[in-house]
């Protein structure tokens, strides 16, 4: 359990050096929302990325709340994205694959239909 839980902490860490590549203003509740994490998990992942020198803060000036920042990915977060990136990428078509041959067994179960073969008329899934 405890490296698909890595495997998640993993993906929102990617998922917000994505976003705030992108979009350095965005607020922690907008990334949050974005990465479908609380808040609070946000503002965690954030700490621990500003922690490690993956991502400074700066003063969003033209925001009107001086409160607000920009969180900036340093030459080190880049270089760890692309790393990030590259783990995720290989995870995900590890899934592809699993979901294809899972797929393929469904379809052997229950006679080769396949979506773009719908059914004949009267015949049922079931059987």
């Given at each position: 359990?405890?490296?698909?839980?890595?495997?998640?902490?993993?993906?929102?860490?990617?998922?917000?050096?994505?976003?705030?590549?992108e979009n350095p203003e965005m607020s922690q509740r907008e990334l949050a929302d974005a990465v479908g994490i609380s808040t609070g998990s946000a503002h965690y992942v954030l700490g621990a990325l500003v922690e490690r020198g993956?991502?400074?803060?700066?003063?969003?000036?033209?925001?009107?709340?001086?409160?607000?920042?920009?969180?900036?990915?340093?030459?080190?977060?880049?270089?760890?994205?692309?790393?990030?990136?590259?783990?995720?990428?290989?995870?995900?078509?590890?899934?592809?694959?699993?979901?294809?041959?899972?797929?393929?067994?469904?379809?052997?179960?229950?006679?080769?239909?396949?979506?773009?073969?719908?059914?004949?008329?009267?015949?049922?899934?079931?059987?």
């Open positions: 359990m405890a490296g698909r839980q890595t495997d998640l902490q993993e993906d929102a860490r990617f998922r917000i050096l994505r976003l705030l590549e993956l991502v400074k803060l700066g003063n969003f000036s033209a925001s009107e709340d001086k409160r607000r920042y920009a969180y900036i990915l340093t030459p080190k977060g880049v270089a760890e994205k692309a790393a990030i990136t590259k783990r995720f990428l290989a995870r995900k078509l590890e899934e592809y694959e699993a979901l294809r041959r899972e797929i393929r067994e469904l379809r052997a179960e229950i006679g080769g239909i396949s979506p773009a073969r719908p059914p004949k008329q009267g015949a049922s899934l079931n059987n």
